[in-house]
Protein backbone atom coordinates (compact mmCIF):
# COMPACT_ATOMS: atom_id res chain seq x y z
CA UNK A 1 0.00 0.00 0.00
CA UNK A 2 1.52 3.30 -0.94
CA UNK A 3 0.20 6.65 -0.54
CA UNK A 4 1.60 10.45 -2.06
CA UNK A 5 4.01 11.85 0.16
CA UNK A 6 3.60 15.30 1.05
CA UNK A 7 7.22 17.37 1.63
CA UNK A 8 6.44 20.98 2.30
CA UNK A 9 2.64 22.32 2.93
CA UNK A 10 2.70 23.06 -1.13
CA UNK A 11 5.25 20.19 -2.43
CA UNK A 12 4.02 16.51 -2.32
CA UNK A 13 5.98 13.62 -4.35
CA UNK A 14 3.24 11.39 -6.15
CA UNK A 15 5.26 9.17 -8.20
CA UNK A 16 8.92 7.67 -8.01
CA UNK A 17 9.83 4.53 -9.07
CA UNK A 18 12.65 4.49 -7.51
CA UNK A 19 11.31 4.54 -3.97
CA UNK A 20 8.99 1.87 -5.41
CA UNK A 21 5.92 4.71 -5.04
CA UNK A 22 4.86 4.36 -8.61
CA UNK A 23 6.08 2.71 -11.93
CA UNK A 24 9.93 1.39 -11.75
CA UNK A 25 10.10 3.27 -15.23
CA UNK A 26 9.06 6.74 -13.74
CA UNK A 27 10.98 9.70 -12.84
CA UNK A 28 10.25 11.86 -9.56
CA UNK A 29 6.64 13.32 -10.09
CA UNK A 30 5.50 16.48 -7.53
CA UNK A 31 2.73 17.56 -7.46
CA UNK A 32 2.34 21.31 -6.06
CA UNK A 33 -0.88 23.28 -4.38
CA UNK A 34 -0.87 26.81 -5.79
CA UNK A 35 -3.65 27.49 -3.65
CA UNK A 36 -6.55 26.44 -4.96
CA UNK A 37 -5.01 25.12 -8.76
CA UNK A 38 -2.37 21.85 -8.85
CA UNK A 39 0.69 21.85 -11.03
CA UNK A 40 2.06 18.38 -11.58
CA UNK A 41 5.71 18.52 -12.50
CA UNK A 42 6.54 15.51 -14.84
CA UNK A 43 4.86 12.70 -15.39
CA UNK A 44 6.08 9.74 -15.11
CA UNK A 45 6.92 7.22 -18.11
CA UNK A 46 3.14 6.55 -18.45
CA UNK A 47 3.33 2.53 -18.36
CA UNK A 48 1.10 2.91 -14.98
CA UNK A 49 -0.36 6.15 -14.69
CA UNK A 50 -3.19 5.40 -12.11
CA UNK A 51 -0.73 4.30 -9.96
CA UNK A 52 0.81 8.39 -9.90
CA UNK A 53 -3.25 9.24 -9.99
CA UNK A 54 -3.95 7.01 -6.83
CA UNK A 55 -1.30 9.04 -4.54
CA UNK A 56 -2.65 12.40 -6.02
CA UNK A 57 -6.01 11.22 -3.97
CA UNK A 58 -4.37 9.82 -1.20
CA UNK A 59 -3.47 13.17 -0.08
CA UNK A 60 -7.00 14.19 -0.36
CA UNK A 61 -7.04 15.44 -3.93
CA UNK A 62 -8.27 15.32 -7.18
CA UNK A 63 -6.52 14.88 -10.51
CA UNK A 64 -9.25 16.67 -11.89
CA UNK A 65 -7.94 19.72 -10.23
CA UNK A 66 -4.60 19.90 -11.82
CA UNK A 67 -4.58 22.60 -14.47
CA UNK A 68 -0.68 22.78 -15.54
CA UNK A 69 1.31 19.74 -16.13
CA UNK A 70 4.88 21.25 -16.66
CA UNK A 71 7.71 18.75 -18.04
CA UNK A 72 11.67 19.55 -17.43
CA UNK A 73 12.20 17.76 -20.99
CA UNK A 74 11.58 15.04 -23.08
CA UNK A 75 13.11 11.72 -21.72
CA UNK A 76 10.38 9.09 -21.61
CA UNK A 77 10.62 8.55 -17.64
CA UNK A 78 9.57 12.14 -17.50
CA UNK A 79 7.79 12.86 -20.09
CA UNK A 80 5.89 9.65 -21.38
CA UNK A 81 2.86 9.80 -19.19
CA UNK A 82 2.26 13.08 -20.50
CA UNK A 83 -0.10 12.10 -23.76
CA UNK A 84 -2.23 9.90 -20.91
CA UNK A 85 -2.86 13.05 -18.24
CA UNK A 86 -3.66 15.12 -21.26
CA UNK A 87 -6.59 12.98 -22.81
CA UNK A 88 -7.64 11.98 -19.38
CA UNK A 89 -7.83 15.22 -17.85
CA UNK A 90 -9.20 18.45 -20.11
CA UNK A 91 -8.57 21.24 -17.58
CA UNK A 92 -4.72 19.73 -17.65
CA UNK A 93 -2.39 22.14 -19.88
CA UNK A 94 0.34 20.57 -20.79
CA UNK A 95 3.74 23.22 -21.10
CA UNK A 96 7.33 22.23 -21.65
CA UNK A 97 10.13 24.29 -22.93
CA UNK A 98 10.35 24.68 -26.45
CA UNK A 99 12.52 22.04 -27.74
CA UNK A 100 10.15 19.48 -25.80
CA UNK A 101 7.30 20.28 -26.95
CA UNK A 102 8.23 19.89 -30.70
CA UNK A 103 9.55 16.82 -29.74
CA UNK A 104 6.71 15.42 -28.14
CA UNK A 105 4.27 16.36 -30.15
CA UNK A 106 5.75 14.51 -33.08
CA UNK A 107 6.49 11.50 -30.97
CA UNK A 108 10.15 11.80 -31.53
CA UNK A 109 12.12 9.24 -29.98
CA UNK A 110 15.62 9.86 -31.34
CA UNK A 111 15.43 13.34 -30.44
CA UNK A 112 14.80 12.47 -26.60
CA UNK A 113 17.29 9.96 -26.83
CA UNK A 114 14.45 6.98 -26.27
CA UNK A 115 16.06 4.88 -28.99
CA UNK A 116 19.52 4.84 -27.34
CA UNK A 117 18.01 3.86 -23.77
CA UNK A 118 15.68 1.50 -24.88
CA UNK A 119 18.78 -0.55 -26.29
CA UNK A 120 20.21 -0.05 -23.01
CA UNK A 121 17.43 -1.97 -21.37
CA UNK A 122 16.04 1.30 -19.60
CA UNK A 123 12.90 0.66 -20.80
CA UNK A 124 10.75 -2.67 -21.76
CA UNK A 125 11.77 -3.33 -25.62
CA UNK A 126 7.66 -2.59 -26.47
CA UNK A 127 7.84 0.41 -24.40
CA UNK A 128 6.64 3.89 -27.16
CA UNK A 129 6.50 6.97 -26.70
CA UNK A 130 2.79 8.62 -27.27
CA UNK A 131 2.84 12.02 -28.97
CA UNK A 132 1.11 14.73 -27.05
CA UNK A 133 0.15 17.74 -28.05
CA UNK A 134 1.98 20.72 -25.94
CA UNK A 135 -0.75 23.48 -25.13
CA UNK A 136 1.81 25.97 -23.86
CA UNK A 137 5.67 25.79 -25.59
CA UNK A 138 7.52 27.98 -23.13
CA UNK A 139 10.35 30.29 -23.57
CA UNK A 140 13.01 30.80 -21.45
CA UNK A 141 12.63 33.54 -18.72
CA UNK A 142 9.07 33.18 -19.32
CA UNK A 143 6.72 33.63 -16.22
CA UNK A 144 3.20 32.21 -15.49
CA UNK A 145 1.58 32.91 -12.41
CA UNK A 146 -0.84 29.82 -11.01
CA UNK A 147 -2.89 30.53 -8.32
CA UNK A 148 -0.08 32.19 -5.52
CA UNK A 149 2.51 31.27 -7.35
CA UNK A 150 4.52 32.52 -9.81
CA UNK A 151 6.47 29.89 -11.94
CA UNK A 152 9.36 31.48 -13.76
CA UNK A 153 11.11 28.93 -16.64
CA UNK A 154 14.69 28.49 -17.19
CA UNK A 155 16.38 26.95 -19.92
CA UNK A 156 19.05 24.95 -18.85
CA UNK A 157 20.58 22.90 -21.81
CA UNK A 158 23.10 20.07 -20.79
CA UNK A 159 21.91 16.73 -19.92
CA UNK A 160 19.67 16.97 -22.62
CA UNK A 161 19.09 19.64 -25.03
CA UNK A 162 15.65 20.77 -23.97
CA UNK A 163 16.49 20.66 -20.15
CA UNK A 164 14.64 23.22 -18.01
CA UNK A 165 13.74 23.70 -14.51
CA UNK A 166 11.52 25.71 -13.03
CA UNK A 167 11.28 27.92 -10.60
CA UNK A 168 8.44 28.30 -8.17
CA UNK A 169 7.72 31.59 -5.70
CA UNK A 170 5.60 31.01 -3.20
CA UNK A 171 4.33 33.46 -0.52
CA UNK A 172 7.14 32.08 2.08
CA UNK A 173 10.15 30.88 0.00
CA UNK A 174 11.03 29.34 -3.46
CA UNK A 175 11.71 25.79 -5.34
CA UNK A 176 13.68 24.80 -7.95
CA UNK A 177 12.25 21.72 -9.58
CA UNK A 178 14.74 21.12 -11.91
CA UNK A 179 14.45 17.89 -13.53
CA UNK A 180 17.68 15.74 -14.62
CA UNK A 181 19.85 19.09 -14.33
CA UNK A 182 20.61 18.69 -10.74
CA UNK A 183 21.20 16.30 -8.61
CA UNK A 184 21.24 16.61 -4.53
CA UNK A 185 23.95 14.15 -4.74
CA UNK A 186 26.23 15.94 -6.75
CA UNK A 187 26.46 13.62 -9.69
CA UNK A 188 26.84 15.56 -12.93
CA UNK A 189 24.13 14.58 -14.98
CA UNK A 190 25.52 14.05 -18.40
CA UNK A 191 24.76 10.96 -20.45
CA UNK A 192 26.40 8.81 -23.50
CA UNK A 193 23.33 10.43 -25.51
CA UNK A 194 23.20 12.61 -28.88
CA UNK A 195 22.62 16.18 -27.19
CA UNK A 196 23.72 15.59 -23.72
CA UNK A 197 26.78 18.72 -23.61
CA UNK A 198 29.30 19.63 -21.28
CA UNK A 199 29.91 23.39 -22.49
CA UNK A 200 26.19 24.34 -22.08
CA UNK A 201 26.09 22.23 -18.80
CA UNK A 202 28.51 24.62 -17.11
CA UNK A 203 26.58 27.46 -18.61
CA UNK A 204 23.56 26.21 -17.27
CA UNK A 205 25.23 25.55 -14.10
CA UNK A 206 26.19 29.06 -13.81
CA UNK A 207 23.16 30.78 -14.50
CA UNK A 208 21.02 28.49 -11.99
CA UNK A 209 24.22 29.57 -9.13
CA UNK A 210 22.99 33.07 -9.50
CA UNK A 211 19.55 32.19 -8.51
CA UNK A 212 17.72 31.97 -4.89
CA UNK A 213 15.84 29.15 -3.88
CA UNK A 214 15.04 26.82 -0.76
CA UNK A 215 13.61 24.06 -1.96
CA UNK A 216 15.62 21.82 -4.85
CA UNK A 217 13.60 18.86 -6.23
CA UNK A 218 15.32 17.00 -8.90
CA UNK A 219 14.16 14.34 -11.02
CA UNK A 220 15.40 11.27 -9.24
CA UNK A 221 17.45 10.80 -5.82
CA UNK A 222 16.86 12.86 -2.81
CA UNK A 223 15.39 16.53 -3.01
CA UNK A 224 15.88 19.30 -0.51
CA UNK A 225 13.31 21.06 1.29
CA UNK A 226 15.70 24.04 2.28
CA UNK A 227 19.02 25.32 1.38
CA UNK A 228 18.91 24.86 -2.28
CA UNK A 229 20.84 27.49 -3.32
CA UNK A 230 23.97 26.45 -1.29
CA UNK A 231 23.79 23.03 -2.78
CA UNK A 232 23.63 24.50 -6.30
CA UNK A 233 26.63 27.05 -5.54
CA UNK A 234 28.82 24.07 -4.00
CA UNK A 235 28.43 22.05 -7.49
CA UNK A 236 29.31 24.65 -9.61
CA UNK A 237 32.14 25.65 -7.64
CA UNK A 238 33.13 22.10 -7.72
CA UNK A 239 33.02 21.88 -11.30
CA UNK A 240 34.45 24.93 -11.93
CA UNK A 241 37.54 24.01 -9.33
CA UNK A 242 38.68 21.00 -11.40
CA UNK A 243 39.46 20.44 -15.02
CA UNK A 244 38.49 16.85 -14.27
CA UNK A 245 35.11 15.81 -14.30
CA UNK A 246 33.46 15.14 -10.98
CA UNK A 247 31.76 11.41 -10.73
CA UNK A 248 28.76 11.48 -13.49
CA UNK A 249 25.74 9.81 -13.90
CA UNK A 250 26.11 6.17 -14.42
CA UNK A 251 23.77 3.48 -14.57
ZN1 LIG B 1 16.68 12.85 -18.32
Redesign the pocket.
Known sequence: MTGGIRLTPQVALVGSGEIGLSEACD?HVYLVDAGGPLVMVDAGAGIAPERIEANIRSLGYAPEQITHLLLT?G?A??AGGAAHFSAQYLSLRVCAGRLTASFLGAGDEHAIALDAARSAGVYPPDYRLRPVAVAHALRDGERLQIGGCTVQVIETPG??AD?VCYRVAFADGAALFC??TLFASGLV?L?NTHDSDLAAYRRSLESLAAREVDGLYP?HGLFMVGGGSAAIRQQHERLQGSIYLPPVLNG
Open positions: SHHDHHSSGDPLG
